[in-house]
């Protein structure tokens, strides 16, 4: 049986921090170069290197065969500058360092692959489709990306924190397939992944439209400074709980609001489809760490 907590309970212990592990110091460097708008790849790639598992793992990201690049790449500098692009490897090097000390094996119903699927599937959607979004602000193709692999990033807190209840969470979800991740995580908590996210993200500073896309990015109410991010990220994870469970509605109306045009939209759509199977072996890859 699950223990039920209170929404107070759940967000004391996420704001102390006393049960999550501490922002490493390569994620706090790479936070500032978020901060400071640093597009100096020689920079990066220096952090980067000052963590040995994450240089391999950027480097296997960057000759996997979903960025298709021709030849083997076999540092940092060329992994960004050759295949990745600054944009692409800061965002997935600091997500990785984020979410590298959460523990998930203790919840054997929680798959660490789908969650990175997810991730990586909204954050390439979103870029793509932020260059189309007509309501402004638009959003920076950066920002999207970064804010495409963060938006579950509360999902990993309550795992790392609440196994067994979170278990509960999996299992009744595969008992009532209606029932939404939000709902189940509330019955058992007090609070659900997004409100976890929001917090945690605000503890930890992530710049602000992170913090606006992971709380809100569920919200169709939400009508905030970051509104065109926020939705555009809402629409990519939907879209992207589709890729894994065909029977996941997506609200298409999304589109007009944004003003993307759909038949473009449906051209990007169609690409990570056939991409489906190298996905899922990037995935696999993020999880590894």
Excluded at 58 to 74: H, K
Excluded at 88 to 108: D, K, N, Q, W, Y
Excluded at 179 to 191: K, P
Aim: net charge negative; charged share 20%.
């Amino acid at each position: 049986m699950h223990i039920s907590h209170t929404v107070t309970e759940t967000r004391l212990e996420i704001q102390k921090l006393n049960r999550l592990p501490p922002m490493s110091l390569v994620a706090q460097e790479l936070l500032a170069v978020f901060a400071e708008g640093d597009m100096d790849v020689q920079r990066i790639a220096a952090i980067i290197e000052k963590d040995p598992p994450l240089l391999a793992r950027l480097i296997g990201l960057a000759n996997s065969a979903y960025f298709g690049y021709p030849e083997r790449v076999a540092t940092a500098e060329d992994a960004i500058f050759k295949v990745l692009g600054i944009n692409i490897a800061r965002s997935l090097a600091f997500s990785m360092v984020l979410a590298g000390p959460f523990r998930t094996s203790h919840c054997p119903s929680f798959h660490v692959d789908e969650y990175w699927a997810s991730a990586m599937v909204t954050a390439t959607l979103a870029q793509r489709l932020a260059r189309l979004v007509e309501e402004e602000p638009r959003p920076h193709g950066g920002n999207a990306y970064l804010a495409g692999l963060l938006h579950n990033l509360g999902l990993l807190a309550l795992v790392h924190l609440y196994p067994d209840e979170m278990a509960w969470v999996f299992d009744r979800l595969a008992q009532e397939p209606g029932l939404s991740l939000a709902a189940a995580e509330t019955a058992a908590l007090g609070a659900d992944h997004l409100q976890v996210g929001g917090w945690l993200a605000r503890k930890w500073h992530l710049p602000a439209f992170a913090v606006a896309a992971i709380e809100h990015h569920r919200d169709v109410a939400y009508n905030g400074e970051y509104q065109p991010l926020v939705r555009l990220i809402g629409f990519c994870a939907q879209w992207a709980a589709r890729l894994q469970r065909e029977n996941e509605a997506v609200d298409l109306g999304t589109l007009t609001a944004l003003g993307i045009p759909p038949v473009e939209a449906e051209s990007e759509l169609g690409e990570m489809l056939a991409k489906r199977d190298e996905i899922a072996l990037l995935a696999r890859l993020l999880a590894d760490g």
